[in-house]
């Protein structure tokens, strides 16, 4: 197989692609109204290139456009060499189009409505390789419509692959003609041809820069049709700008370059069309933007109002995590004194039932304990129950209904301004995510706080903690042990001094006691500051974090598919203007400049 085969199956497989990418993106389900535009844009774009890609190998469809009285068909005649369509300064000339064919090229494929075209067949070489349409004028006087020239200029350019933009002194700054040209240059490779250079002035670098804005010009050519015309039929060569545009003609419209004006001519209207539909989503990206700070600054609204009740919360069932705290601070202490006197402090409500059970000596005393024992075990359970429930009541995210309700209608009127479908089942979505949050919030938080609790264990068992708390709580009962074991084993052998009796040891029993609250006081306190600190932490962090993400999920959802999808029509247009400019710089043939 030729390089040439292969680079031309090679563009067909690219451009099939980028097809196939746009069919995709114009057939999703889209919930942002300003994408549906774009999307039927992009499904008539698709349409339209049908009859370009059945048309690969066909001769190529070269058409003169110009105003009134530009010498359109002077310049007709002169590129055949022979008068074969109407020439004069008449307004207009040409009123019924000229089909000018070589008489081997077959015309079924070319789409042209053959049947209101004039097709005049003449043996000469430019013919071998395009067939040759003299257009109806645009700047008439008539009206709109498909029986006037206008009309059917119209109807004829959007199946042609090249354009001589023929135009005078006179006639390049037409508005009416720039108009029918932008449109008619969506698809076209362009020649830009000056004639009547017999009596107008050069005027082409003033007309390059009209036109280079919108248009990409390589060749622009000044000549004369009717001297043309008379060299030719006196047997002479064309001579000047006329024999080089013939020259050009002959090289850049050859059977080789016809597969690559083509694909040009299609990836010119992809582009052009994607441009329009990137046009008519623009001015509506802020809507996004707006909708997600609103989103954004609701979620901060009701976190912040979260932190607030999820501190207080916490905090109401504080003695809850530091019961957890203290029994997990007594198991990882280990045996010591001051390990003991903590379990005493767990321990007292059953010693103290323990005492009150051996003390009874009748079974009216046995039944009085056990009564009261019961109402004091059942306040402790409900006492646990409503701090349980406390906890429990974290699974609404510390959000009001009544708050939630007024953000989602916040939300809503964000929602309808941003131009998206409105969609019932919004508030739900919002109240099931809600409810999700919620759950797997409370999951979260217990994790947390028996992570706080084995940490705040940690730090309150190690050995510094425990050394300070152990030598300050035994100071007292050493100074005891001692002035009592000074008392017996010195004081009364050796110096013969009576043995403390009562007036000491209720003193310093009672002092003990003292000195064993103290003690027992300090780390409590010290317990419950880092259980408090930690848990406004928690509190704080959760708030501001993770708690909210999946609250209004359903609105950013919204906003994140759309501009997911704008993406995507964002990198296809970027994809066909990187392959446009490719075929450009293999090509010196006009276009039209990339939207």
Known sequence: MHMDDLAHLDWLARIDTVRERLALWAAQPVDWEPLRPAQSLTARLLARLEPLRLRWEDPLIVATFGGTGTGKSSLVNALIGEEVTPAGKQRPTTRQPILLAHPETDLANCLLPLDRIEIVRRDFPLLRDIVLLDCPDPDTSESDGEATNLGRLQELLPLCDVLLYVSTQQKYRS???GDELGKAAESCRLVFIQTHADSDSDLRDDWRKQLEPHYRIAEMFFVDSRLALAEQRSGQQPTGDFGRLLTFLSRELAVSRRAGIRRANLLDLLDQGLARSEALVQPCLPLLTQL????????????????????DELSSCRNLWERRLLEQVTQSWGVSPFAGLLRVYQA??????????????STAQLALWGAWQGVRWIGQRQANQVEEQRLSRLTDLGIDATELRAAEFTL????????????????????SSSELAGRNFLTEVSRRLDEIIVDLARRNTGWFVRAVFEIGFLTLPAFLMYRVGRNFFYDSFWLERPLLDLNFYIPAALFFVLWSSLWLWR????????????IRQLAT???QTTSLDDVFAAQETLGRTARRQWSELQLLRETVSALRLTLESDSRLGGRQSG
Request: hydrophobic share 50%; no cysteine; net charge positive.
């Open 541 to 543: 962090e959760l708030a």
């Open 175 to 177: 508005a009416k003609v």
């Open 348 to 361: 007292q409500a059953m010693l103290l039932a323990s005492w009150s059970l051996t003390r009874a000596r």
């Open 412 to 431: 809503a009127g964000f929602v309808h301004a941003a131009q998206f479908r409105n969609s019932t089942a919004m508030a739900e979505a919002d109240r």
């Open 292 to 311: 997600d700070e609103a989103i954004e600054e609701q979620r901060r609204k009701l976190g912040r109002t979260m932190a607030a009740h999820l501190a």
């Open 523 to 534: 780390f409590l306190v010290r317990l419950r500051r880092g259980v408090q600190t930690e």
